[in-house]
């Protein structure tokens, strides 16, 4: 017999809003190993004028990626799923979708928090649940389905990857990370807030009791067997990706994340919220986290700027070209990268010239504007977390993507003056994994977190 007979696996599914990935974990002399098996799209469909996830296609392909398993003879023990937040499906009470299943980005949101402002203002809201108003929670898709009439004929609510798990057991949870996302879970408590979903006039039955990270589920149901032929056992991972991120971050009370991406998520890890209002005027969230710590963040505009621009040049410069472009410039003006005229541009270029007032402002200057805005913003959003965590923050982890890009590394260094740490470029994926082999060791968060220190070169990004 060979050694990978011997070996224990684990199985992440990391799935993002445009494509998802399976994930194998080992433990090989005490180092975690990632073996990525399997990809797929996961694209938005149009439907009737309306922004929607196909849930069955998204279902399908999170099951061909187990069956992946058996092919190439590594069988995972235990599997645990991620995805985005805010997103839900709605079940009937013959347990089928009922269609469609919206997508956070649609617009049938706008004008929502307004209306309710006036059933619970925002202040109160915040203070409860300590979620920042944003047009796309789920509290506000969720008013969407009430006044559409959809929320009366659903018996069962389920957060997307809530959903996932329970096409593979047939058993409904909600898991606590995912939850909190969406502006319904009481802060104070870690529960759904019973009282707020009866003032909005929701059926408090559809919300089951929040289930903890680092879980059990349950087993493959018998019809899963047969077609992945194997039988695991489903655990719930932290099943917000930025809350799997974070739980991989071997940081302390002194540091700060960002998740890098499209969207930079900055932010610390505290033992209560943060329930000021004026951290929520700062654009603030606490979301929740492994063993109730809360992820006290952020969402800054990130590698969005550079996808695009780079796009509008129509791909004639690597990121590496347009890196060395904006350091030779000594151009200084900023922008603020979170305003509404970038989020989704029809050109990129044309919107930050237009911002900073100059339309023949040369690319490598359009692009200095960039990097340095960005990096203000991170200086921006340390000392609100260190006015609201009580926090004297030394160090920054940067993971994801995002933390590869060596300019930004050094700007963010340079001008929030502190440390810039990288080396955990798949940071979900591995915070996914992490909370598998907490269910199986039996071990906390701060005895897992020493695997990641002993697995991944953690360096300092000079």
Known sequence: MSMGDYMKYYLAVDIGASSGRHILGYIQNGKLVLEEIYRFDNDLKQVDG???????????????????????????ETVAIDTWGVDYVLLDNSKNEIKPTFAYRDGRTDGIPEEVDKIIPRKELFERTGITALNFNTIYQLYCDKKSGKLDKASHFLMIPDYLSYRLTGIMENEYTNATTGGLVNAKTNEWDYELIEKLGFNTELFLPLS?????????????????????????????????????????????????????????????????????????????????????????????????IRKNLD?????????FMAKESKYDKLIDPNDKSFLAPENMITAVRSYLGDEN??????????????????????????????????????????????????LTSK?????????????????????QIMYSEDINLEKARVIINNSFEIKEAL
């Open 361 to 410: 402002l040369p690319i490598a200057d359009v692009l200095k504007s960039v990097y340095l805005s960005i990096a203000n913003s991170y200086d921006n959003a340390v000392k609100t977390i260190e006015k609201y965590s009580n926090k004297k923050i030394e160090n920054i982890m940067i993971v994801g993507g995002g933390s590869k890009d060596l300019y930004l590394n050094e």
């Open 315 to 323: 791909k004639k410069y690597t990121y590496d070209e347009m890196m």
């Open 50 to 76: 309306n922004l929607t996830w196909d849930i069955e296609s998204l279902t399908e392909s999170v099951i061909d990626g187990i069956a992946k398993c058996k092919e190439i003879g590594k069988i995972p």
């Open 212 to 308: 903890k990270p680092a879980g059990k589920l349950g087993a493959f149901s018998k019809e899963i067997e047969d077609r992945v032929g194997f039988c695991a056992t489903v655990v719930h991972a932290p099943s917000h990706d930025t809350a799997s991120a974070v739980a991989a971050c071997p940081i302390d009370d002194n540091s700060v994340y960002i998740s890098s991406g499209t969207w930079s998520l900055i932010g610390t890890e505290n033992k209560t919220p943060v329930l000021d209002f004026e951290a929520s005027k700062n654009g603030f969230s606490n979301e929740g986290g492994v063993e109730y710590r809360f992820r006290f963040l952020e969402n800054i505009i990130g590698m969005w700027f550079f996808q695009n």
């Open 415 to 435: 001008i929030t003056g502190k440390t810039v740490l990288t080396g955990l470029s798949e940071g979900t994926a591995t915070g996914n994994l992490l909370s």
